[in-house]
Nanobody
Framework: QVQLVESGGGLVQAGGSLRLSCAGSGSIFSIGTMGWYRQAPGNERELVALTTNGGETNYADSVKGRFTISRENAKNTVYLTMNSLKPEDTNVYYC???????????????WGRGTQVTVSS
């Protein structure tokens, strides 16, 4: 079994910064793409940022230049550094990883439980 556990969410004023972390644990053989999505109540989950295990990154237009995604492969961990936060960034942020479980020949999409980010104006 594999778990992704997010941390680092909270309440911040507009213009402030937060750093989210997501650590994978369990029977992990390898991890491919990792990333972050966000979802507000009543809305669909949307992509924030992705990173491949080769270091390529992809960002939503709304966060380009403000958010940075990074990862530590040895720790099965992905980070999201969020600067210049805006009230519209308020959401639940979910960690995502494409995980190859030990003994399995395929990758499985895996999600964390989410962490709340609230930006006050």
């Amino acid at each position: 079994q594999v778990q992704l556990v997010e941390s680092g969410g909270g309440l911040v004023q507009a213009g402030g910064s937060l750093r989210l972390s997501c650590a994978g644990s369990g029977s992990i053989f390898s991890i491919g793409t990792m990333g972050w999505y966000r979802q507000a109540p009543g809305n669909e989950r949307e992509l924030v940022a992705l990173t491949t295990n080769g270091g390529e990154t992809n960002y939503a237009d709304s966060v380009k230049g403000r958010f940075t995604i990074s990862r530590e492969n040895a720790k099965n961990t992905v980070y999201l550094t969020m600067n210049s936060l805006k009230p519209e960034d308020t959401n639940v942020y979910y960690c995502f990883a494409n995980v190859q479980i030990r003994g399995s020949g395929k990758y499985t999409a895996t999600w964390g439980r989410g962490t709340q980010v609230t930006v006050s104006s």
